[in-house]
């Protein structure tokens, strides 16, 4: 078995077997169906959501604004991060804040968004790209800091612009830390805007999910639990494919 074969198996066992010994918990009574069901119940209730098509509406809505926080944190935090990477005292000046950025609570600002924004989509999507872009932009300082100086000077002697260097040069050489912004972004973006749907949204997923919670409805909450479980896990997957892929072409191409 090959070292990614043995990955790929040690990841299935790690989700596999939680989800077995749930099941056996629920079952044998000791985890109660108020408290949660049954795994296999979860997988059922979110088949019978889906058919009937009663949350289309709010899985679309849900779904765009993630993509729309998501591809906006991680274009705006790559050039960003490219940027203050050229500016030296900018970078000095900002790093203190990239360190405690996350203690500041985000949902904070919510109220303002919504005097400033209106009761739309915006709020949300703002509350995940503000969670998300900082990720990306110091995975891209990161990756930027470990481009070799001997790029950089031949990039100089063949007189490239500093768009060109970095399109051709240091941003291709530290895209295996860009997928890792990129991949934080993919999960603080479902974090950003199902919190701020769940907190005071008026649909959503994650207004949904709290109505179900407000209302004691297990077979709709954890349903949709695990629909956004899924999604995310297999955005990560995907990205993760594609970040093992250019690292073993980079490793090969060495």
């Not at 077997?17 to 985890?31: D, H, K, T």
């Not at 100089?156 to 612009?161: A, E, I, K, P, T």
């Not at 974090?191 to 409805?217: H, K, P």
Request: proline share 6%; glycine share 8%.
């Amino acid at each position: 078995m090959t070292r990614p074969q043995r990955i790929a198996l040690y990841q299935a066992l790690a989700v596999i077997v939680p989800v077995l010994l749930l099941e056996a918990g629920c079952r044998a009574g000791i985890v109660k169906p108020l408290t949660m069901p049954a795994p296999s119940a979860m997988t059922v209730g979110l088949v019978q959501i889906l058919a009937s098509g009663r949350m289309n509406a709010a899985i679309l809505k849900t779904l765009a604004n993630v993509a729309a926080a998501f591809v906006s944190s991680a274009i705006v935090g790559i050039a960003m991060g490219a940027v203050i990477h050229r500016i030296a005292p900018v970078r000095r000046l900002l790093e203190p804040l990239f360190s405690t950025y996350y203690a500041v609570p985000i949902y904070g600002f919510y109220p303002l968004f919504i005097v400033v924004f209106g009761l739309g989509d915006a709020p949300q999507v703002l509350i995940g790209f503000m969670l998300a872009v900082v990720g990306v932009i110091v995975s891209t300082l990161n990756g930027l800091d470990s481009v070799p100086r001997v790029l950089t000077k031949t990039a100089r002697v063949w007189r490239m612009s500093g768009v060109q260097t970095a399109l051709q040069i240091t941003l291709p050489y530290a895209a295996p830390h860009l997928f890792t912004g990129v991949k934080l972004a993919a999960a603080y973006s479902f974090i950003g805007v199902i919190g701020a749907e769940f907190i005071m949204s008026q649909s959503g997923l994650g207004y949904e999910i709290r109505f179900a919670f407000d209302n004691l409805d297990n077979g709709v909450m954890y349903p949709l639990i695990l629909l956004i479980l899924i999604v995310s896990v297999g955005l990560n997957m995907t990205l993760d494919h594609w970040d093992r892929r250019l690292r073993a072409r980079r490793g090969a191409g060495r």
